[in-house]
DNA sequence: CGCCTATTTGAAAACCGTCAAAGTATGTGG
DNA sequence: CCACATACTTTGACGGTTTTCAAATAGGCG
């Protein structure tokens, strides 16, 4: 259990309560409640029923769906003082993915109904959400581009950017995960990666692979041939 | 030049605007100007700075992205009463995709500056937009999925069965339209089309296709082999 | 040390894109 | 009303990229 000075802290640090004042987080702080989870634990499942709306306190989340034939899609990865599981909240529908800890972690969660009459009063929290969920659409809209008509090895090169431009230099990150992102397979990822690591793109160890030379990644990124 | 009651009109028809007081309603009218474009006139470029946010008054717009090699790749369609340009607007930064019309199209204009001083004051609105922007999230994440994990065939019936839900049976579109949604190429496109229709799965005409067989089209797109 | 997961490599085949050419509607102007 | 231009549709053959399947290696943790 933590206290409610502990959880206007950690709402404090979401980009999309940055406006409340002190008191107006303490109104929210009573309303989440602080749930636990360890790494590979689902926090929901796709289709479940959209209940709660989640902050992430410390540490990582992924948002994962199907194919039909059991193929996992990574859609999102979201850290700390990331909302999730929002669009889901705001249509009143089930969640569109399975939301799933990557790693231990911790989340307050709030009620659908009460974080939706908080939002009616506090229209500068609704502008940050607008502006959060412009964003990812913006990424979500670039994924698309690249998934219906770029190649396997530059998919995998502008998936790279993209994590580091969020993250830096130092992505943990498998290759099985990469490929779950990139839309293709482990063996794929692998063959392209080893080709990149004896050209010192990249650098890696065991589920963490270093960017060493972004200059030639987004020469690949762009397609240009023999980079 | 339209009269304000007709941008009245034409705001009210838009279900981001159904909470509005007649008053709110014309005030957001005075800062609404008309714009016309003939088809396939470009409305903005990907890139261009965000000044504009528009409603669609009637008329059809697609919104594209292009690959490293010039494949055009058709993010989304927006119709009467649809709103589009508002991720480059919430978030201030460049249009994330191009937007050209259809066909001959008729649109209302409101400044950024504008749009989002009004925005502040109506958090119904506001709410509004959140839900149009999940809505385009959740379906963006399903094509995500699609492109990322399922094959070809089953990326087309899937964009059919999509397309029909929001239009009905009889899609407006042509082949070379359909692959650049589905992200393949104009030939396998009509490779499939022309089967399913030897199935009378669908049936089409220059530019029109028409589903017959929902209940088909639905297992197609689960990818049960041989339906 | 031994287990489990992550990584690697190879070979064969499938899927789909590419290229080339031709057929068929629709509309336009003479 | 016909002839032509234009865009959409169709078909076939070929080949490349990527997946699939199988098996082996390597690194980290209890």
Redesign the pocket.
């Known amino acids: 259990m933590i206290s409610e000075t502990q959880k206007v802290e950690i709402l404090s640090r979401s980009f999309i309560f940055s406006a409340l004042t002190g008191e107006e987080l303490t109104g929210l702080a009573r309303m989440a409640i602080e749930r636990r989870f360890t790494a590979e634990q689902f926090i929901f499942i796709e289709e479940d029923a959209p209940d709660w709306f989640y902050i992430i306190a410390d540490g990582k989340v992924k948002a994962v769906k199907h194919t039909s034939?059991g193929k996992e899609i990574i859609i999102a990865f979201f850290g700390n003082g990331e909302m999730f599981g929002e669009v889901a909240v705001f249509e009143n529908k089930p969640y569109p993915a399975s939301a799933q800890a990557v790693s231990e972690t911790r989340l307050l969660g709030i009620r659908r109904e009460d974080f939706l009459s908080f939002l009616v009063k506090q229209p500068l929290v609704a502008l940050g959400i607008i502006n959060v969920l412009a964003g990812r659409l913006r990424e979500a809209q670039s994924r698309l581009r690249d998934l219906a008509g770029e190649?396997?090895?530059q998919r995998l090169a502008r998936m790279l950017l993209m994590l580091s431009a969020k993250l830096g230099a130092e992505l943990p990150f498998?290759?099985?995960e990469l490929s779950d992102m990139a839309?293709?397979?482990?063996?794929?990822t692998?063959?392209i990666?080893?080709q990149w690591?004896s050209r010192k793109i990249i650098g890696?160890?065991?589920?963490r692979i270093t960017i060493l030379d972004e200059t030639k990644l987004r020469l690949l990124a762009e397609g240009r041939p023999r980079v």
Chains 1, 2 share one sequence.
């Open positions: 034939l190649r396997v090895e498998t290759r099985q839309g293709t397979t482990t063996e794929t692998i063959r990666l080893s690591k890696s160890v065991r589920g």
